[in-house]
């Protein structure tokens, strides 16, 4: 639990002065504030890591609602990220990807169970195999 998320940061927040605010806690091993991929602008929140889990615990207690940069910022346990990514792509989707893509299991364009060509998706009977391409 030693990574925490950090929400509602100010545009003008970036790495340093998120690893700065949070070093008098413990040791940061990282401080990062994610940036749009296309502009490279804030997105308003960011990740630090601790060394070990009661510094992590004792910076969440202490900045939680607080104000930072001149905004409130919410402080809470990170969660990890399932593996693949949300967005499907080429690992949990995508195409022939396992749940959803384009020829997935579950879901997808020609999946078993829902999705285009699915069991109950887009064309799909109850249970059936309608649609376009259902399961044979």
């Not at 605010?21 to 602008?41: H, I, L, P, Q």
């Not at 889990?53 to 969440?60: G, K, L, P």
């Not at 910022?73 to 990220?81: C, G, L, M, P, Y």
């Amino acid at each position: 639990m030693s990574k925490l998320f950090i929400g509602g940061l100010s545009w003008n927040t970036d790495d340093n002065s998120l690893r700065q605010r949070f070093e008098e806690f413990g040791v940061v091993e990282d401080a990062t504030v994610v940036k749009d991929r296309d502009t490279g602008r804030s997105r308003g929140f960011g990740f630090v890591r601790f060394s070990t889990d009661e510094e992590a615990t004792a910076a969440m207690n202490a900045m939680n609602n607080q104000e930072f940069d001149g905004r409130q910022i919410r402080v809470d346990k990170a969660t990890e990220r399932a593996a693949g990514g949300g967005r499907g792509g080429f690992g949990g989707g995508g195409y022939r990807g396992g749940n959803g893509g384009y020829g997935g299991g579950q879901g997808g364009y020609g999946g078993g169970q829902g999705g285009y060509g699915g069991g109950q998706g887009y064309g799909g009977q109850q249970g059936g195999q309608g649609g376009y391409g259902g399961g044979y």
